[in-house]
């Protein structure tokens, strides 16, 4: 049964397909809604290894003296029987300031890099990906521990939405985010959920450009990050950090400094694991992302930190990526943050 849940969760992820994003941009064309029907011919273009839609495909816009009661009916439809819904300012506007962004980044040498890029960079919600939203049906952790089993599923939730911009004319974006990050042991008893991690986070990028410069953008924000439990469970901590995007080459490097403060008592001796900062490392290659985080508390005696690999890779047209996570260290949860894991999973990734 919980195989079939899996299943089930993840059965839909394929479901969209080119076809479906051109029946989108037509349906938009029809009402005469040119940008989201752009948007969507151009996400179709976008979807490589598909032929691109030919001339039958791809529907002439309706007669211009179609009455405003029609447009309604079609939208309305649109809406309730196929869940299509009608692109806001918003999303032109996040669209538009992707392109904006991309420009302060330098251009790679082949095409199929600066889109990676660019999808990286734009989306079409108002609520939009975040950090990678994945699920990893199979993780298995190589160091035992008598209270859960070694194998388990693992997956991440993460959104954020943007509420200003460019407020001090620095064309910087102010943002809220929510990520949440749980173990589920699938092959436990009543299959109970481990643990869950709770990120809310507010923070501000203000991007750069300078003639010859590595450095793309700075970063200031708040995270807190719990686990929700209460007692000796109990785990929490509050943070303000920095964080500076540096490109490379085609290699993009984030280091990111934080000072911890509030009330810790629960995991006092968090920084004696973790440090004071983190190094996020990223490259593009084609259609594939190679992802790398390093934790450290740069102490010579009692040295530790921790370690994330992930490759996300082009597995479906629709947008659903092939995702390997490899974790080895302390802290990849907050009830392990004084616990030493190598953990490795397999499984899909709906952003990146």
């Given amino acids: 049964m919980r195989f079939l849940i899996i299943f089930l969760l993840i ?11 051109i029946e989108k941009a037509k349906s938009y064309e029809a009402l005469g809604e040119t940008e989201p029907a752009l948007y969507w011919y151009k996400k179709a273009a976008l979807s490589k290894t598909l032929d691109e839609p030919n001339e039958n495909e791809i529907q002439k816009p309706e007669d211009s003296n179609k009455t405003s009661s029609e447009n309604s009916t079609l939208a309305s439809s649109l809406k309730e029987e196929r869940g299509i819904y009608l692109l806001s300012s918003h999303d032109v506007r996040s669209e538009e300031r992707a392109r904006i962004y991309a420009a302060y980044l330098d251009p790679y040498e082949d095409e199929a890099s600066d889109k990676t ?26 160091k035992d521990t008598l209270d859960r089993k070694n194998a388990e599923s693992k997956f991440q939730l993460s959104l954020q939405k943007e509420v200003a911009y460019n407020l001090l004319g620095l064309k910087e974006s102010y943002t809220f985010a929510y990520t949440q990050r749980s173990w589920w042991q699938i092959f436990k008893e009543s299959s109970p959920f481990r643990e869950t991690n709770y990120e809310p986070e507010a923070f501000v990028i203000i991007p750069y450009k300078e003639h010859n410069s590595y450095l793309k953008a700075i970063k200031l924000g708040y995270l807190h990050q719990s686990n929700g439990q209460d007692g000796e469970k109990s785990r929490s901590w509050d943070r303000v950090y920095s964080s500076a995007y540096f490109q490379i080459g085609g290699l993009f490097v984030s280091p990111r400094v934080w000072y911890n403060f509030g009330d810790a008592s629960d995991n006092s001796d968090i920084e004696s694991y973790l440090g004071y900062g983190d190094l996020t490392l990223f490259y593009p290659w084609k259609r594939n992302l190679f992802r790398a985080v390093f934790t450290n508390n740069l102490k010579k005696d009692e040295n530790r930190g921790g370690m994330t690999l992930e490759w996300t890779f082009p597995i479906f047209e629709s947008g659903v990526f092939g995702f390997l996570q490899y974790y080895q260290g302390y ?10 894991t190598r953990r490795i999973g397999l499984g899909f990734s709906l952003s990146r």
Avoid: C, V, W
């Fill in 11 to 21: 059965f839909p992820l394929f479901a969209s397909s080119l076809s479906e994003m």
């Fill in 117 to 142: 890029i660019f999808q990286m960079l734009s989306s079409s919600f108002g609520l939009r990906p975040y950090k990678s939203n994945y699920l990893l049906p199979i993780t298995y952790d190589t």
């Fill in 331 to 340: 802290g990849e949860s907050m009830i392990d943050y004084n616990r030493n």
